[in-house]
């Protein structure tokens, strides 16, 4: 059975940084890309970085420059490194990502920027 499970969310001050991992098991084969979105509460979920099969990286306007995907050197394990972190960046995190006409979805792990 296919799942994604993602680890590293907390509780963080404005400023600081937290590296959110997933990672993918029950598959038999290494995954190529992924994708990590976020939902804040009452908000749409969205995507806020992607990486595809030749490691191009793709990010949302709003974390430019302060957050880096990127894939781990084991197999299928990924990162999202955040930096700089904003109130605004508070949110549930998901990792996904999809194959053999399938979506898959992590639980999703809890990002809170307070002071």
Not at 47 to 70: C, E, M, N, P, Q
Not at 79 to 97: G, H, Q, R, W
Request: with cysteine.
């Amino acid at each position: 059975q296919v799942q994604l499970v993602e680890s590293g969310g907390d509780l963080v001050q404005p400023g600081g940084s937290l590296r959110l991992s997933c990672l993918a098991s029950g598959i038999g084969f290494s995954i190529n890309a992924m994708k990590w979105y976020r939902q804040a509460p009452g908000e749409q979920r969205e995507l806020v970085a992607s990486i595809d099969s030749r490691d191009r990286t793709k990010y949302a306007d709003s974390v430019k420059g302060r957050f880096t995907v990127s894939r781990a050197g084991g197999p299928n394990m990924f990162y999202l490194e955040m930096n700089n972190l904003k109130p605004e960046d508070t949110a549930v995190y998901y990792c996904f990502t999809h194959f053999f006409e399938n979506d898959y979805w992590g639980q999703g792990t809890q990002v809170t920027i307070s002071s």
